[in-house]
């Protein structure tokens, strides 16, 4: 019952922000997190945030240019990606794991996922 959205085709150094709806109100028990795939590659943890929005993990290599943040009364999570790379070339799903509300990095740790929108980088 998530759906993401926002996704597409950036130049190297642009801008995109990704967006994440609960379709069933659901959406504010728990942490969520944003996790994406490369091209055969396996899926890989981006960031993550907590239930209320005050805290937030990040993987290394969106530090300083990806900003998670939600937005519970709109039952929506973002991710504002900057500064983007050709690496940055992915899949991103968004994910929740409802009533458990510590910032997990591990996709098993997730019990509900979107769909997955296409962000492609060029050079």
């Known amino acids: 019952h998530l759906v993401e959205s926002g996704g597409g085709v950036v130049q190297a150094g642009g801008s995109l922000r990704l967006s994440c709806e609960d379709s069933?109100?659901?959406?504010?028990?728990?942490?969520m997190a944003w996790f994406r795939q490369p091209p055969v590659k396996e899926r890989a943890f981006v960031a993550a945030?907590?239930?209320?929005?005050?805290?937030?993990k990040y993987r290394d290599s969106g530090k300083g240019r990806f900003t998670i943040s939600r937005d519970n009364a709109k039952e929506t999570l973002y991710l504002q990606m900057d500064s983007l790379k050709p690496e940055d070339t992915a899949v991103y799903y968004c994910?929740?794991?409802?009533?458990?509300?510590?910032?997990?990095?591990?996709?098993?740790?997730?019990?509900?996922w979107g769909q997955g929108t296409q962000v492609t980088v060029s050079s």
């Open positions: 994910a929740a794991r409802p009533t458990r509300y510590d910032l997990a990095d591990s996709e098993s740790e997730y019990d509900v």
């Open positions: 069933r109100r659901a959406f504010s028990n728990g942490a």
């Open positions: 945030i907590s239930c209320g929005g005050s805290s937030t």
